[in-house]
């Protein structure tokens, strides 16, 4: 069994993303790392892609860690938005694992595992279950929080996002659609083993006040291109 780490990264600072590859590199083999803005991201046409300096730094601290590295630069924005971003990025990891077998590990660049269990792997391969969550840890200003996330998935085919950034699903055996991530409102997520000593620290508020603004401002606009219905 292996882990397939897929990273989401653009503009980021380069000891961010080494640091993102170093604790991925805890339990995952393989590493995909996609660049790229989304379509309605501020000033995602002038730039889609984020550049060679970046894409070095991740390839270099992978071979560092003793992993493998997979690096996927567009050159337009994601027109789909973060929903084919992280699509894109499951189905590439599907052309290299061993289907139900592997698992995918989704992660974002200013996202970092901080603590890694040794026997994280093992506990994977033993479980029946599909999906896997962590405890994610949002750090504020002076205002910590710490709450489950579910970000393994079992490398089974069919694997896909739908209709926003964080519906992961994949088709049941009775034609329709099994929800390993959904919207509590809409959907109803499959059982999660809980990993919750694996602890992935979210840095977000730690940007640039100016890069904060920027993603603020793409949020505004997710009301309109991810809406969620029952599935």
Same mark, same amino acid.
């Given at each position: 069994?292996?882990?397939?780490?897929l990273?989401?990264?653009?503009?980021?600072?380069?000891?961010?993303?080494?640091?993102?590859?170093?604790?991925?590199?805890?339990?995952?083999d393989?590493?995909?790392?996609?660049?790229?803005?989304?379509?309605?991201?501020?000033?995602?046409t002038?730039?889609?892609?984020?550049?060679?300096? @970046?894409?070095?730094?991740?390839?270099?601290?992978?071979?560092?860690?003793?992993?493998g590295?997979?690096?996927?630069?567009?050159?337009?924005?994601?027109?789909?938005?973060?929903?084919?971003?992280?699509?894109?990025?499951?189905? !590439?990891a599907?052309?290299m694992?061993?289907?139900?077998?592997?698992?995918l590990?989704?992660?974002?660049?200013?996202?970092?595992?901080?603590?890694?269990?040794?026997?994280?792997?093992?506990? !994977?391969?033993?479980?029946d279950?599909?999906?896997?969550?962590?405890?994610?840890?949002?750090?504020?200003?002076? @205002?910590?929080?710490?709450f489950?996330?579910?970000?393994?998935?079992?490398?089974?085919?069919?694997?896909?996002?739908?209709?926003?950034?964080?519906?992961?699903?994949?088709?049941? @055996?009775?034609?329709g659609?099994?929800?390993?991530?959904?919207?509590?409102?809409?959907?109803?997520?499959?059982?999660?083993?809980?990993?919750?000593?694996?602890?992935?620290?979210?840095?977000?508020?730690?940007?640039?006040?100016?890069?904060?603004a920027?993603?603020? @401002?793409?949020?505004?606009?997710?009301?309109?291109?991810?809406?969620?219905?029952?599935?």
């Open positions: 069994m292996r882990v397939i780490g990273l989401s990264w653009y503009e980021e600072p380069a000891p961010w993303l080494a640091e993102c590859v170093a604790g991925l590199a805890q339990f995952c393989h590493l995909i790392a996609v660049d790229g803005p989304y379509a309605m991201f501020p000033g995602a002038r730039k889609p892609a984020s550049g060679s300096e @970046q894409a070095d730094t991740i390839a270099r601290a992978a071979a560092g860690a003793g992993i590295c997979t690096i996927h630069a567009p050159r337009e924005p994601w027109w789909g938005n973060e929903v084919a971003k992280r699509d894109f990025m499951f189905r !590439l599907m052309t694992a061993q289907p139900g077998v592997d698992w590990l989704r992660v974002d660049a200013d996202e970092v595992f901080t603590q890694v269990p040794a026997d994280t792997k093992k506990i !994977l391969g033993e479980t279950l599909d999906v896997a969550e962590v405890t994610m840890w949002e750090r504020g200003d002076g @205002q910590d929080s710490q489950p996330l579910r970000v393994l998935f079992r490398a089974l085919p069919g694997i896909r996002i739908q209709q926003a950034h964080y519906v992961v699903t994949v088709p049941g @055996q009775d034609g659609t099994r929800v390993l991530v959904g919207n509590d409102t809409c959907h109803r997520a499959e059982t999660a083993l809980p990993l919750w000593d694996v602890r992935l620290e979210h840095r977000t508020q730690q940007r640039s006040a100016m890069r904060r920027l993603k603020d @401002q793409y949020y505004a606009h997710l009301p309109q291109i991810e809406q969620v219905t029952a599935l």
